[in-house]
């Protein structure tokens, strides 16, 4: 019979593309075989551009680094965890893939997830793989429970066989939304708005922004923790806006992701509120890397925050390193530039993954005690696709990095303002 893995609660230098250690495989016959990282991104819906450029952006670096990770060679499979029916991540989908990363028998390590609310599926599944704990690393979760306290039960509720098995290379949404409420506040914004998708990452960035700004002052006239939930299968967001004009809102806030109806609900906010001038509109990186979202006319002056530094600012921290030359090696590949930030911390992934590798031995076992014991896993700024050293916290999984980029789309792109500090 086939075993069903449950999931609990909701269900140093670092060394193509294609179809997935288990339990009693020894290092000696690990050091033997070919071991699979793998990505599990959404590949349908309005995500697809960035997350394609993910996985083009890793397959590239992997030709680059010759598929070695110390004395390993790796090969890699690509993962869809979208639908076409919700034309986004899908629940099934990431419990599925979840087994299917399990089952594999080559495969010692995901990249991903890309949603929170997918990896929230994955990650308990992953945590009782026969054989130990098997890694993930993420690029583009920002959910703080995650990997610390935030929501009652978390984020113990993830791991229930007590060991940890989940890294991320961005900051989270507590710093996000933190950082988002600083810079409307320095932009003169008064009274804001919040709103969220109700799934897991729009609910968390609401939140933290929500905090942040009643704590600098500034007077949110949404209600609740979260602010208002919209429903992303409703077709029209005028009476929603409606009620909102009345109180007299300098900014809404959106939590969520542009997959559910993010569109409608932009063109309603400017059909009722006016413009991005006469109502600023801000929205996290669940809106980033969308090239539908950025040609919309009502997207222009939108404000956007990225868990992590814009492609624009890592190029300047070091213009000849790693992650300048990388980018440039993208765009000579592939003929135009990386959608998005995302693909370049997706590459900052793989590349603690296959450090985790290249000092463990072989087993699943041994590449996640690599990033959870000891010294754990530091990529130096000289090879780090980042421009600057990424290290990973042996506690947590978080990276010690607290980087935040704020952007408004102008002319049909996203453009960098700044970087914004998290005080």
């Known amino acids: 019979m086939k075993k069903t893995y449950r999931a609990v609660g909701i269900v140093a230098s670092v060394a193509m593309v294609a179809a997935g250690l288990v339990a009693g495989t020894s290092a000696a016959d690990a050091a033997t075989k070919v071991l699979t990282i793998s990505s599990d991104l959404p590949l349908q819906g309005s995500s697809f551009d960035s997350n394609d450029s993910t996985n083009k952006a890793i397959a590239l670096y992997l030709k680059q680094i010759k598929y070695k990770a110390g004395k390993y060679t790796v090969k890699f499979k690509i993962y869809d965890d979208a639908t076409a029916a919700a034309a986004s991540w899908d629940p099934a989908k990431c419990a599925a893939n979840a087994q299917a990363h399990v089952a594999n028998k080559s495969e010692v390590a995901v990249m991903g997830t890309y949603n929170s609310g997918c990896a929230k599926i994955e990650i308990p599944i992953l945590n009782q793989a026969p054989g130990g704990a098997m890694t993930m690393v993420s690029d583009a979760n920002t959910n703080p429970g995650l990997t610390k306290a935030w929501n009652p039960g978390e984020p113990d509720v993830y791991y229930p066989t007590g060991v940890r098995n989940y890294a991320r290379v961005c900051t989270t949404d507590d710093n996000q939304g933190a950082a988002a409420a600083q810079f409307a506040k320095s932009i003169g914004v008064k009274n804001v708005y919040v709103l969220n998708d109700t799934q897991t990452y729009g609910q968390g960035v609401a939140q933290a ?120 090696a993208y765009k000579k590949a592939y003929g135009k530039a990386p959608v998005g930030s995302y693909p370049v911390y997706g590459v900052a992934a793989v590349q603690v993954i296959l450090a985790a590798i290249a000092k463990s031995d072989g087993t699943r076992k041994g590449v996640t005690n690599a990033i959870f014991s000891g010294s754990g896993i530091t990529i130096p700024a000289k090879v780090s696709v980042l421009g600057k050293a990424l290290s990973i916290s042996t506690l947590t999984g978080d990276t010690l990095a607290k980087d935040v980029t704020i952007e408004v789309v102008k002319g049909g792109q996203e453009t960098t303002l700044k970087a914004q500090t998290v005080k």
């Open 209 to 328: 922004f929500t905090t942040e700004a009643k704590k600098i002052g500034l007077n949110v006239l949404s209600s609740g923790a979260y602010g208002e939930g919209w429903d992303a299968k409703q077709s029209d967001y005028t009476a929603l806006f409606t009620k909102i004009k009345a109180l007299n809102p300098d900014m809404i806030y959106v939590g969520g992701i542009f997959d559910n109806n993010g569109g409608q609900l932009m063109k309603d906010k400017v059909a009722v509120l006016g413009d991005n001038t006469a109502v600023k509109f801000m929205a996290p990186d669940g809106f980033t890397g969308y090239p539908q979202f950025n040609s919309m006319p009502e997207a222009n002056g939108a404000y956007l925050s990225f868990a992590g530094l814009s492609s624009d600012l890592l190029a300047k921290i070091d213009p000849k390193g790693a992650g300048a030359n990388f980018v440039k």
